[in-house]
């Protein structure tokens, strides 16, 4: 079965640092999401993407914060200036035009 | 916005019990309402969903319920194991727009032998 896979599972930056988190969705998928988790919180919502381009941010998506679809087949976020904050799993998902997301396993992103 | 409240945040049951998660929502825009179950480290595996035009959804020991008006909804894990053991999240989300997901605040299930 099809699977959100994302690259690295595990990424630790110094404050400051650009840092780039790589997902592949699933093949068929047209709608494409970023969700963030700090340890031991619930899972929140950064940004939607849709037809190349965004369709909906959260208040935590600020300028620091961008995503692209560079081919036809990865989503990236990219956090320009890390700050300690940041300090999160991120997730990637993906959906058809069916409401059902499904998830990635994830990259722990470590701001030292 | 969406809040999504998801009560309670532990819930320890024995081995062939049942067990209820509740969410509440309040964004009456909100008709699709998915269950998420995260075991450690891992990502959220889908595991029920219901659309607001059903009450009610089963799937083999999982049930979900859903009382629009009162803007609630409910998992039912009947018939635990240990296997269960996991953190649940609630969600809920519009259709339309980006349809994102504003989840609950997690439960944490422990299944004891």
């Known amino acids: 079965e099809p699977e959100v896979t994302q690259t690295p599972s595990h990424q630790v930056t110094q404050m400051g640092q650009e840092v780039i988190l790589r997902c592949v969705p699933i093949?068929?998928?047209?709608?494409f999401y970023w969700y963030r988790q700090i340890l031991g919180q619930k899972v929140e919502f950064l940004v939607s993407?849709?037809?190349?381009?965004?369709?909906?941010k959260s208040e935590i998506f600020d300028d620091q914060f961008s995503v692209e679809r560079p081919d036809g087949s990865n989503f990236t976020l990219k956090i320009r200036s890390t700050k300690l904050e940041d300090s999160a799993m991120y997730f990637c998902?993906?959906?058809?035009?069916?409401?059902?997301?499904?998830f990635g396993p994830g990259t722990r992103l470590t701001v030292l | 916005g969406e809040n999504v409240e998801q009560h309670p945040s532990t819930l320890s049951v024995q081995e062939g019990d049942s067990a209820v998660i509740k969410c509440t929502y309040s964004?009456?825009?909100?008709?699709?309402f998915p269950w998420y179950k995260q075991e450690l480290g891992k990502r959220p595996q889908l595991i029920i969903d219901?659309?607001?035009?059903?009450g009610e959804k089963k799937d083999q020991r999982i049930a979900v319920t859903l009382n629009k008006t009162a803007k609630h909804f409910s998992l039912h894990i009947t018939e635990t194991q240990p296997e269960d053991s996991a953190v649940y999240f609630c969600?809920?989300?519009?259709?339309?727009?980006?349809?994102?997901?504003?989840f609950g605040t997690g439960t944490q299930l422990k299944v004891e032998l």
């Open positions: 969600a809920a989300s519009p259709t339309g727009g980006g349809n994102k997901l504003t």
């Open positions: 964004d009456s825009a909100s008709n699709y």
């Open positions: 993407f849709y037809n190349n381009e965004i369709s909906e």
């Open positions: 998902a993906s959906r058809t035009d069916r409401s059902r997301q499904f």
């Open positions: 219901i659309r607001s035009n059903v």
């Open positions: 093949s068929n998928h047209l709608y």
